[in-house]
């Protein structure tokens, strides 16, 4: 359920490389040198707010994320893991997620894989991802299709769109429910990141979700508009 924001971010790590043996070592152009990059991020949220959904106040979190360009196919893979505690609603929660991306110049392409785990009496959830995003003078825009493999929810679908300036980011994100066949939220976020050194940055944010008519088949609760804040600390390295 994750994120953000957020999101919210998907991935894992490939590695590709080959050995040769003999008596002469052939002679060989070395090959591209990957890039690489790591994250780690903690946070604290005023709500648990999921697709527009309220599941509960007073949230903190931790994130692990990882990113590698694949030298040999161009792939951007990516990994990571999210762990929440929810005061108010009185759960736990793990997301564990990876993502492969390719730019195909028109725009980029995206397959991932959530894998929800939850410490209480819920049961475990996977979802496979389908996105395409674009840079649109500065705006970013991007789709993603949600596909639960293990329940029957008829996915999920939502659009999203952003712009930065300078340290300030703002962003709309809108769901679709195609089981319910309707829109389900709007929800807006803005934030600031504030550089405390040259790896860590603090985020402090606030968002608003409009609840739609389809969320209240969803989730079988009375629609109601929520806002909330919070703020997450990232380090990378």
């Known amino acids: 359920m994750s994120k953000t924001t957020t ?33 780690i991020a ?9 697709r527009g959904f309220d599941l509960g106040n007073d949230m903190v979190d931790a994130t692990v994320n990882t990113a590698f360009t694949c030298p040999y196919t161009g792939l951007d893979i990516s990994a990571g893991a999210w762990y929440a505690s929810v005061k108010d609603g009185g759960f736990d929660e793990l997301d564990l997620y990876t993502a492969a991306s390719k730019d195909l110049g028109f725009a ?4 991932g894989y959530i894998f929800y785990h939850f410490f209480d009496s819920a ?19 991007g789709v993603t299709y949600f596909w639960d493999v293990e329940t029957d929810n008829g996915g999920y679908l939502e659009g999203s769109i952003s712009k930065s300036f300078g340290p300030v980011s703002t ?24 550089a ?19 969320l209240e088949g969803v989730y079988g609760t009375d629609e109601e508009n929520e806002f909330f804040a919070g703020a997450v600390l990232t380090v990378t390295f």
Not at 30 to 37: R, T
Not at 42 to 50: E, L, T
Not at 108 to 111: D, F, I, K, L, Y
């Open 123 to 141: 049961d475990d959830a996977q979802e496979v991802t389908f996105g395409l995003s674009k840079e649109f003078y500065g705006v970013e825009t």
């Open 42 to 50: 903690v946070g604290y949220h005023s709500q648990y707010n999921w």
């Open 171 to 194: 962003g709309v994100a809108v769901g679709y429910s195609l089981e319910e066949d309707g829109f389900t939220h709007v929800t807006s976020k803005v934030s600031y990141d504030y």
């Open 196 to 214: 405390l050194t040259d790896t860590a940055t603090l985020s402090p944010y606030v968002a608003y979700a409009v609840e739609l008519d389809e």
């Open 7 to 39: 999101t919210s971010l998907l991935g894992g790590v490939l590695l590709a490389g080959s050995v040769l043996a003999g008596e002469v070592a052939p002679i060989t152009t070395p090959a591209p040198e990957s890039k690489f990059s790591s994250d």
């Open 108 to 111: 980029t392409a995206s397959v």
